[in-house]
């Protein structure tokens, strides 16, 4: 995965063409020669509502939120947008994909991309024909 791989629109983007809104959560990307990591908050979400699946090469964290009133309470104001989030990256050829790793904590999902090592092996010569 490389910056590039992440697009820099709007991260207050909205898609309006759901049935609920979807968010683009605010994203930071992290690495280190071992791996990725994805931190997306996403506020509402556990790990019940929180999906991560990879199709190809493109990482999407898709997460959906709930009316959160205490019991025995309905919402009478609210600032807070319910909504669902979504936002997907594309990973470089160097990722590996049967490493990755999800968790969420506190309505922030942390992704862990481990970086595959480079294939290294001597090949071997033998004597043949032209």
Known sequence: MTNQAVSHTNPEA???TREHRVFRPRTDIYENDASVVVVADMPGVDEKSVEVTLDDSVLTIAGRTHDA???GYRRVYAE???GDF???FVLSDRADAAGIQATVKDGVVRVTVPKARPAQRKIPVVAGSR
């Open 14 to 16: 909205v898609e309006r």
């Open 86 to 88: 979504q936002r997907s």
């Open 69 to 71: 009133a205490p019991a």
């Open 80 to 82: 807070f947008e319910r």
